[in-house]
């Protein structure tokens, strides 16, 4: 094993040596390479007054090279913001300002001790840095039976992880007694990772405050029976909380730091967060019980491991979008500006309330699951079998939704104009009537 490796682990060691069980055989192995050309050419950038021949950049004096028909499309950024290299752990002050945003979002989460953000290539790319730190072949890794289908790509085919499911609802509820019942199953020893994504997508659910408090309550009281718990939260879609029964902050704050047999994860992005799905901003942030200083000497190691596997993959992120996010976080309208947008998407969900209430009679053919949040809702057919009935709503009536197994159909209001709504469920519900005949 590399030395600066073994340096990470025996770091991770002082602080909670659970937390070095959790990882996997890559997240052992793998560390920031701080020693060799990144940190020569950092040592240069700080002393080398004269001359700096260390970087595999092209400069003009202390400018980029650049070519001005690409930077004629990016007035007001200067090419060094641009078109430099960022760190592998990402831009100091989008990873400063993202950990304040999610401070101002989760007040809970005042006097938590939790990492500085590492900056990943989107969600997707976060989700699979977590795979990398902690799942082995073989390795349980369970989530609900509504899920992302990147989720199995991910852990299941890439990583060889044995993935199990619980069902996400018990009636016109979210299923916690089945998520206790088996969380109660995982035995002292057992290392299991657990996938939490609110809202969900593809229900658009998001638990209430109650529902929230008897999650993180199994999740904790397996953690202290000795079971190796990792929970990864998926927060994309967080903030798109709409019904005033939804749980409003993450249910990070409800875990973190509150077992040394819990180690608590939180995935995001700046993807949904600040509508820019294009930039591929993501982020993750660690916490465990026994990192109780903000200078803990696990958040480091942590945030070097997932630097090393940024480092190793794509190198860094883009230093251009990262600025961009930046520049958006710490202007003095984000927060409004946000709203303004959330508004909009809450009109369209009440858009999609408000049809099922005037049209009781599609349950006859379907009936919605629970949502009260984010970008989807799911409906679920009580004998159409789902593909089907998404051919024939593309064929016929040129429209275009998702079917998740043979009984389920993704709709994602979050791309509908508001007037456009309630005629999706009306040509559904005449799609079904077409082959029900």
Known sequence: MNELASLLNEQICSVNPVAFDMLSDLGKRIY??????????????????????????????????????????LPGISPNDALLYAPSYGQKPLREAWKAKLLHDNPSLKGVNFSLPV??????????????????????VLMPNLNWDNYLLNFEDRLGANLEFF???EGDHMNTRGFAERMAKVAAGEKILVILNFPNNPTGYTPS????????????????????????LDDAYFGLFYAEDAMKESLFCKIAGKSRNLMAIKADAATKECYVWGLRVGFLSFAIGGADTPDSPFFAAMEAKAAGLVRAL??????????????????????????????????????????????????E??????????????IHFHALEANTVRKHLLEKYGTGCIA??????RVAFSSLNEDQVEPVFEIIAQACKDLAK
């Open 32 to 73: 920031f390479p701080s020693k060799g050309i990144l940190s020569q050419s950092g040592e240069a950038k700080k002393l080398a007054d004269k001359y700096n021949a260390t970087i595999g950049t092209a400069l003009n004096g202390k400018t980029a090279m650049n070519l001005p028909c690409l930077m004629d499309s």
């Open 119 to 140: 900056v990943a290539n989107g969600l997707t790319h976060a989700l699979s840095l977590v795979g990398d730190l902690f799942v082995n072949a073989g390795d349980t």
């Open 167 to 169: 069902t996400f609802f």
């Open 209 to 232: 405050e109650k529902e929230g408090n008897e999650l993180a309550s199994a999740l904790i009281a397996a953690a202290e029976r000795g079971a190796k718990v990792i929970a990864l």
């Open 314 to 363: 794509v190198s860094n992120c883009s230093a251009l979008s990262q600025k961009l996010v930046t520049t958006a976080l710490t202007n003095p309208d984000f927060y409004a500006q946000r709203q303004g947008c959330a508004d909009i998407m809450r009109k369209r969900y009440e858009r999609v309330v408000e049809a099922f209430k005037k049209h009781p009679e599609y349950s």
């Open 365 to 378: 053919y379907f009936e919605a699951y629970p949502f009260n949040s984010g970008y989807f809702m799911c």
């Open 404 to 409: 998740l197994g043979k009984e389920n159909l």
